[in-house]
């Protein structure tokens, strides 16, 4: 088993499989899961989309980023998170995962990311516009942000068992570095 020296932050676009890789990867490595759009909508009593609604995307971005400092502050190599696919967008919340987590992002293609989220009706920014346009604007805009992470993976074409693994032999490697602290 490994111990971990930081908590595993993923980030990524919608789609991307941070929620079913984060919790396998959990798993596996008998660690806690955490998914911030879930505390997100615990916390409120609604959806995502309802909060974006009823409050809109300001007020989500703020309860978003009030939940990724208390995920940021749990002990480290405690846990995995799964963060919204816009999380990076705020400095502060990069700040908040980066202290105590090593950052991986799930990359997906814009088509991939289409082909995932193709009927979807859970995506509030993606509700009533042309849905691959957005997507590929969305993602060429944050794709720089995600790339900041400590370690990239190629999401498409893998299933999350298959990512989650190739995580777990990315953090293996790393720990047998010198001077690598995950």
């Not at 941070?18 to 990867?25: A, D, E, H, N, W």
């Not at 992002?105 to 849905?131: H, I, M, N």
């Amino acid at each position: 088993m490994l111990v971990l020296k930081k908590n595993i932050c993923l980030t990524g676009f919608m789609g991307s499989g941070k929620t079913s890789v984060g919790q396998i990867l959990a798993r596996k490595l008998r660690i806690k899961f955490w998914d911030s759009d879930a505390m997100l909508e615990q916390k409120l009593g609604m959806s995502i989309n309802a909060i974006f609604r009823h409050k809109g995307e300001g007020f989500f971005r703020d309860r978003e980023t009030e939940i990724l400092t208390i995920l940021g502050q749990k002990p480290p190599g405690s846990c995995v998170v799964a963060t919204g696919g816009g999380a990076v967008l705020r400095a502060e919340n990069r700040t908040a995962l980066r202290a105590r987590g090593f950052i991986v992002y799930l990359d997906v293609s814009a088509a991939e990311a289409c082909r995932r989220l193709q009927g979807t009706k859970e995506r509030p920014l993606l509700q009533g516009v042309d849905f691959q346009a957005k997507i590929t604007a969305l993602l060429a805009a944050r794709r720089p942000l995600y790339q900041q992470a400590d370690y990239i993976v190629d999401t498409v074409g893998k299933n999350p068992a298959e990512v989650a693994g190739e995580i777990i032999k990315a953090i293996t490697s790393c720990l047998r570095r010198e001077g690598k602290n995950i």
